[in-house]
């Protein structure tokens, strides 16, 4: 009596969270199979429905470095660029997807920056030449970034067919990967090769 009422209350509490919503895996190497991190994944719904918001995210400055150094957001997401140094920065983009600048400051710059265009902003600080950092802007909110072992998971997916858009910083000026076409109804586990600069 007990036991079916405690299997009946974990199936309850199991339903709306997987309910429709898979898991894909991601795998990615560059073409001699050796994992590849700072991959940017994106799944791109097929079917244009209503999304979830968009969550504010954050790109710090510590160490005179942006972190971190790859990111990928949802259209709409504002960024917040807290400065943990002590020296000021100056951060700017001319993206097209973004131009702005935030002018030498110390410190939570007053208003985060709304990235509003999907594309790929290139981020740089006037002060310090060296600091770079890539905002992929994309119209979705599935994807993610490699880790260093070259995997990537993508959480509470709803079924349904995704593009897979692909890109690397170290693909900057070369033509766009293709897009894949991907049927999600269960969990999925792709592996993804990039072709990079030499
Ligand atoms: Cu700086």
Sequence with gaps: MYRSAGIVLA????????????????????????????????????????????????ISQAGKAFSPIVS??????????????????????FSPAKVFELKLYAGKPEKPVLFDK?????????IHDHMVAYVVVVDTPWSV????????????LPSGDYLLQ?????RLGLPDLPVRTIRVNGELSEKVVVELKP
């Design 11 to 58: 199936l309850l509490l199991l339903a709306p969270v997987t309910a429709g919503a898979a898991t894909a895996a991601f795998q990615t190497t560059d073409p001699a199979g050796r994992p590849l991190d700072s991959v940017v994944l994106s799944l791109i719904p097929v079917a244009r429905g209503a999304l979830p918001a968009p969550r504010p995210a954050r």
């Design 118 to 126: 999907p594309g790929v902003v290139v981020l740089g600080c006037n």
């Design 166 to 170: 692909v890109w690397h910083p170290r």
């Design 145 to 156: 970034v490699s880790g260093l072992d070259g995997s990537a998971r993508i959480a509470d």
């Design 72 to 93: 990928v957001v949802q259209t709409g997401t504002p960024i917040e660029f807290p400065n943990n140094d002590t020296v000021r920065h100056h951060v700017y983009s």
